[in-house]
């Protein structure tokens, strides 16, 4: 094993480098300058900026943190290190990502959640004026939130903006989404497509088992609660408040669960077993005395993992799915007032729903991954062998932190990198921004390329819909100053803009053309293009 690691291999299509070759050895190699110029750049660049150390292994790359100006500055702890928000925000922002954000532990509003809502989800799908997808995101986790939502608002309370002016009135927020929601059984309540043909009991009508019953209809399951109760006898546990505000809400819930086909009879167990071949009878009743609002919440979290629990063990797939890793807000936001919201908030209009939702900074990781060498490898999809398993360079560096993923007992062992000597590959670099790049011309096309960005996100950025566009235009026709316009206005759309790092999109751009005039060039000059980018 130790020899493995010490080693550099020329293989047919890759190049197996041991963990514990130093980047010194690297440059050195002519392998690595021959077949693998990216990352020689990109180890270069990373020296040069005292990143890395030369005669320190490759290993060494894998264990980069964020690039971060406002960390460590005597401020309370960012929400990266164990904290809340980032500081970036409304601090120094020169230098971070203009992609947005990357979750780095738990928003203290969905920690406040007691059903665990994934709240920044829910309002950057409304700031992108994407009110449906807020609505499908909002009911992965809570079902009954036009029920519930506006008598609880403990997000607001735990909102990182309550420390400056107000908190975000998500509750509000969550009401309003919930109450449209309701009032279309034919998006949100409709009938399964799939048949599980399993049969479930429900052997009374409990909070719990209302929530539940949606995620195991929701999968084809078939539902039938017993002992039928109308809504207010369902919340009376609850105290006669609680029942009075919520019973009418929970009529529409249940009478959408009707709808999807959830079957509501009036008969025992029993009798239910004459017509029914039961697969499965839960008993979801509530089990404590004294209750309240934060007990029923309780208990929709636990109807909801009970589900979703059935759901698997059943060889279904868990209702609740991830979201995408980088989050978006507007920076415009920051500055707003907190929202005069109307007494009646189902009636409010979608446009001060948005401005409210755009208070929202996400609470995630603003930071950069500045590793060149990481960009590189990257884009040069490598695979990492450990002494477990294989994982691709493009899962590994996706994460902020990302030698989190390894196992305490887990080694890296080697690198495969595959040799891209027909491309013309490289990096190019200007500040913190790093472009890794590999083009292939063929019969005087673009037959192939790839494009990552490092330096201006939490992860490396794959440039795939760019990629796209170039895969098969004509080199000759190729304007590398148009070609990088129109990637950076294909990009616009996922840029996220902070006040004092607008100046990183003309970067890019500059970059982006860059490497295509190295392109271009090198298929007018072929084995020019080294001179050419050393000269640019």
Known sequence: MRDEKRQIVDQEDVIVVGSDVTLGELLASEYIRTQAKALADGIREDLRHGLA??????RQIFFQDISCGCRNRGQAPCQKDGGRGCHGVTGENHNLSIMGSIKVGTPSCQQACPVGVDIPAVLEHMRDGDR?????TLMKYHPMAQTVCLLCGRCRSR???????????AEKIMYWLGADVGKHPEIFFIQPSGDSEKWIALEEITISGLAAAYYLRRMGNHIVFLQEKEP??????????????MKNSLEVYMNNLRYMGVVFEKQAMDEADRRYAFDQRLSLGPDRQGKG???LLEEICHGVKT????????GLKSYLEPMGPLGR????GVEELPLEWETLVEDTGEEIVRKEASRCGTCGCFGVSESRTGAALFMLETKIHTSQRVIRAQDYFARVSPWEQLKPEEDIVCLEIPKSGDFVSGCVFEQEITLAYAFLGTSGNLADLRM???????VPIRLTEAEKRLRGKSLSALSAEGEALCIMDMLMPRIVLMKMNREKTERMQRLLARALEVCVHSAAQPGKHDLLEENM
């Open 53 to 58: 150390e030369k005669n320190g292994p490759i």
């Open 132 to 136: 449906l997808k807020a609505q499908r």
């Open 159 to 169: 909102c990182v903006r309550a420390v400056e002016d107000e908190g975000v009135a």
């Open 232 to 245: 207010g006898q369902v919340l009376s546990p609850y105290g006669q408040d609680l029942a009075d505000a």
């Open 293 to 295: 609002l934060w007990d």
């Open 307 to 314: 589900a979703n629990n059935i759901n698997l063990d059943l």
């Open 329 to 332: 807000f507007r920076f415009e």
């Open 452 to 458: 990552t960005f490092g330096g201006v996100a939490p």
